[in-house]
């Protein structure tokens, strides 16, 4: 879950990103990582080729970094973008040295409004990626940036991606109108919340993009309480903040006593993207 914004001018907490990110890891998908390692080495001869250049948007405390280039062979160049100076010092700070096969990894951050992005500024990227980004996004703001990945030609990885889908163990009478009323906040302001993936992956075909969708469910189990309490008086309070009359008075209430009992549990469905540019004549 990300907390509703004014889609990308606000910040997060580096306490919620620092207490996400160990679930963040398990649960993005490595599906994509073949297919992607393929097209990347289509760059040319590993010994003629540039280092890997990377684009990561909303980058936070960095943990798509972190996550992603110790699984990339070869040298990478990485930028990193948010608007939040503090939280490009601790991403700064704390990306790998190296990637999977020992070769250099070195980053440089960017203050930047995410929307003040276009092709001309990935020119020269071979991926564009981001993590749990997309929902907060506009329909203008990911045709937008489809038209700036596509327009540069190069690709793109965005993970953990929120659906609207939600399972709750045990389950609740009123786990459902919570679910209904947390997916109209993330919609709210113009956010397309769960239907970012379908827009995004509808946009990068209509540019002979080849997509493919990859599940990566957060699995929030008895033995993660501080993540899990987060998560849902977080959520319970954007529902009642957006449908108070769907949310009963007793719920948050409940369902944290049983988290801090050991007896919830959670999967929190998500999609991860992967969009590469069309095969060039020589089926790359």
């Given at each position: 879950m990300n907390p509703p914004s004014d889609h990308l001018s606000s910040t997060f907490a580096p306490e919620w990103l620092s207490l996400r990110e160990e679930a963040d890891a398990e649960a993005r998908s490595t599906a994509p990582l073949d297919p992607l390692r393929v097209h990347l080495t289509g760059r040319g001869p590993r010994t003629d080729r540039p280092p890997l250049r990377i684009a990561d948007l909303g980058c936070g405390t960095g943990s798509q970094g972190r996550w992603l280039a110790p699984r990339l062979h070869g040298p990478q160049s990485w930028s990193l973008y948010d608007l939040d100076s503090n939280l490009l010092d601790l991403a700064g700070a704390s990306m790998p040295v190296a990637g999977a096969d020992g070769s250099e990894v070195g980053a440089r951050m960017y203050r930047r409004d995410l929307r003040s992005l276009t092709a001309r500024d990935?020119?020269?990227?071979d991926l564009v990626t981001g993590s749990a980004l997309l929902d907060l996004l506009s329909f203008d703001e990911v045709a937008a940036l489809v038209r700036a990945v596509t327009g540069a030609g190069g690709a793109a990885l965005f993970t953990l991606s929120v659906t609207g889908r939600v399972e709750l163990f045990p389950s609740d009478p009123a786990d459902a109108a919570v679910n209904s009323a947390f997916n109209?906040?993330?919609?709210?302001?113009?956010a397309l919340g769960p239907d970012a993936v379908v827009v995004m992956t509808e946009l990068f075909e209509r540019?002979?993009?080849?997509?493919?969708?990859s599940p990566s469910p957060w699995r929030l189990c008895p033995e993660r309480v501080p993540l899990?309490?987060?998560?849902?008086?977080?959520?319970?309070e954007a529902?009642?903040?957006m449908?108070?009359?769907?949310?009963p008075g007793d719920y948050l209430h409940r369902r944290l006593a049983q988290c801090e009992r050991g007896e919830l549990g959670a999967v929190v469905h998500h999609t991860d993207l992967l969009a590469l540019p069309p095969r060039g004549p020589e089926g790359r």
């Amino acid at each position: 879950m990300n907390p509703p914004s004014d889609h990308l001018s606000s910040t997060f907490a580096p306490e919620w990103l620092s207490l996400r990110e160990e679930a963040d890891a398990e649960a993005r998908s490595t599906a994509p990582l073949d297919p992607l390692r393929v097209h990347l080495t289509g760059r040319g001869p590993r010994t003629d080729r540039p280092p890997l250049r990377i684009a990561d948007l909303g980058c936070g405390t960095g943990s798509q970094g972190r996550w992603l280039a110790p699984r990339l062979h070869g040298p990478q160049s990485w930028s990193l973008y948010d608007l939040d100076s503090n939280l490009l010092d601790l991403a700064g700070a704390s990306m790998p040295v190296a990637g999977a096969d020992g070769s250099e990894v070195g980053a440089r951050m960017y203050r930047r409004d995410l929307r003040s992005l276009t092709a001309r500024d990935l020119a020269e990227v071979d991926l564009v990626t981001g993590s749990a980004l997309l929902d907060l996004l506009s329909f203008d703001e990911v045709a937008a940036l489809v038209r700036a990945v596509t327009g540069a030609g190069g690709a793109a990885l965005f993970t953990l991606s929120v659906t609207g889908r939600v399972e709750l163990f045990p389950s609740d009478p009123a786990d459902a109108a919570v679910n209904s009323a947390f997916n109209d906040h993330q919609r709210r302001r113009g956010a397309l919340g769960p239907d970012a993936v379908v827009v995004m992956t509808e946009l990068f075909e209509r540019s002979g993009y080849r997509v493919s969708a990859s599940p990566s469910p957060w699995r929030l189990c008895p033995e993660r309480v501080p993540l899990t309490l987060a998560w849902l008086s977080g959520r319970v309070e954007a529902a009642v903040e957006m449908r108070p009359e769907r949310v009963p008075g007793d719920y948050l209430h409940r369902r944290l006593a049983q988290c801090e009992r050991g007896e919830l549990g959670a999967v929190v469905h998500h999609t991860d993207l992967l969009a590469l540019p069309p095969r060039g004549p020589e089926g790359r």
